[in-house]
């Protein structure tokens, strides 16, 4: 069993920046990849970033790349979710995840535990 914790979201202005964290809690963390996912009110959950367990690999979505980047401190299992060049289209309740396979990937119904979410709101 793991147990997730975000934490960091906001409102923010549209240009700003955000990082989010997400805390694991129970079994190993090092060994799992991490994920992160976002949910904006009437649409469907989608991928936004994920990292392999050793930080080695990464791998975003289309619409943050360049913007966003996701990073990990396995001493303190957490993983992160630095936000640059916030759009209104950012809004949404981020979600981070994980899975036990290691390596990031895009797949949702992949990933074995989830977080509660934290809103992130951007201002135009």
């Known amino acids: 069993q793991v147990t997730l914790v975000e934490s960091g979201g906001k409102l923010v202005q549209a240009g700003g920046s955000l990082r989010l964290s997400c805390a694991a809690s129970?079994?190993?963390?090092?060994?799992?990849?991490m994920g992160w996912f976002r949910q904006a009110p009437g649409k469907e959950r989608e991928f936004v970033a994920a990292?392999?367990?050793?930080?080695?690999?990464?791998l975003y979505a289309d619409s943050v790349k360049g913007r966003f980047t996701i990073s990990r401190d396995n001493a303190k299992k957490t993983v992160y979710l630095q936000m640059n060049s916030l759009k209104p289209e950012d809004t949404a309740v981020y979600y981070c995840?994980?899975?036990?396979?290691?390596?990031?990937?895009?797949?949702?119904?992949?990933?074995?535990?989830w977080g509660q979410g934290t809103q992130v709101t951007v201002s135009a």
């Open positions: 995840a994980s899975d036990g396979n290691g390596w990031p990937h895009a797949d949702l119904k992949q990933y074995d535990y």
């Open positions: 990292i392999s367990w050793s930080g080695g690999n990464t």
């Open positions: 129970g079994r190993t963390f090092n060994g799992y990849a």
